[in-house]
């Protein structure tokens, strides 16, 4: 089990979130839950099975550190360089279905994402045939609960009390308007899309990507 490579340079993300934040996030935060996760596991059977069998089959310290492994995946899969913005085709006719219009999920996402009490995360997930925005506490994600994530946004105060102090609020406006990736949000709502009309089983870590891929660097 490796830390995946971030898909962009350090620095690609300013103004909105700068090299500084990206580098304690990814260096300290998210390679500390790997270390964390290999010295709990080490000499365990099945430690090199795969994070999604993890974070289905243990609880406590175990669950929590695999899961802030795939959650900062996505993570930083769910944001690009010059992204943001009302999206197209697919996935904005997914997003008319399940709020209406994208002003309605913009408000949403952002009233879900500052009204969360304390740390978690921030979702965009495929909830049955519609898309919704839920948010999850500590290091919980939704391969818990059968959604398919689709999108996501970091709540711990490390994403961005550099960049923004405690002003969550303007960390998610720049995250919405300038840095989520809708090209990855298509891929992941395509894939869920697919399974439902082929109505393929879902399997054990099926209900998204195994690791999320790499978005496309620009």
């Known amino acids: 089990m490796t830390l995946l490579p971030l898909p962009y340079a350090r620095h690609a993300l ?5 090299r500084e934040t990206v580098t304690l996030h990814y260096e300290k935060h998210h390679a500390g839950y790997l270390k964390k996760l290999l010295e709990l596991t080490a000499g365990r059977p ?5 994070l999604e069998w993890i974070i289905r089959s243990s609880e ?3 669950f929590e550190n695999a899961a802030q492994i795939w959650n900062h995946d996505f993570y930083w899969r769910s944001m690009q360089p010059d992204g943001g913005g009302a999206p197209v085709g697919a996935v904005h006719e997914a997003i008319l279905d399940g709020f209406g219009s994208y002003e309605r999920l913009r408000r949403e996402f952002l009233d879900a994402g500052t009204g969360h009490f304390g740390a978690g995360w921030l979702w965009l997930v495929l909830h ?7 948010t999850t506490h500590d290091a919980d994600l939704p391969l818990r609960t059968g ?12 994403a961005y009390y550099l960049d923004y102090r405690n002003e969550r609020a303007r960390y998610l406006e720049a995250f919405i308007d300038h840095l989520a990736n809708w090209e990855f949000a298509l891929a992941n709502w395509s894939d869920a899309a697919a399974r439902a009309s082929t109505r393929t089983p879902i399997t054990e870590g099926s209900a998204a990507p195994a ?8």
Do not use: N
């Open 14 to 18: 300013e103004p909105w979130l700068g």
């Open 46 to 50: 099945g430690r090199v099975t795969s």
């Open 60 to 62: 406590g310290a175990i």
């Open 128 to 134: 049955g045939d519609r898309l919704q925005i839920t």
């Open 147 to 158: 959604d398919t994530p689709i999108l996501c946004a970091d709540l711990w105060e490390h």
């Open 211 to 218: 690791r999320p891929p790499l978005a496309r660097s620009r």
